[in-house]
């Protein structure tokens, strides 16, 4: 698992019950300087994490960790 992934899971973790706009975890997981050097920072690895099964979508495109990940 990349930085990326990492930072993102962090994010997320830290509200295992809400679900995220790709935008807002873009420009909430991270630095100020990092999202406004690339906004799409995160596009790759949530695609990746999302096909690990460790992050799910749901219909309206907001992200969430799974429900079994929560316990970890």
């Known amino acids: 698992m ?21 935008r807002e975890i873009a420009r909430r997981a ?9 906004q ?6 949530l695609s990746t994490l999302v096909a690990r099964d460790l ?3 749901d219909n309206g495109g907001l992200y969430r960790l799974r429900k079994d990940d929560v316990l970890r």
Do not use: M
Not at 30 to 37: A, D, F, L, N, S
């Open 55 to 57: 992050v799910e979508i």
């Open 30 to 38: 991270v630095k100020r300087t990092v999202y406004e050097q690339n």
């Open 2 to 22: 990349n930085d990326d992934e990492q930072t993102i899971l962090e994010f997320l973790r830290q509200s295992p019950e809400a679900a995220f706009a790709r």
């Open 40 to 45: 799409h920072w995160a596009d790759r690895p």
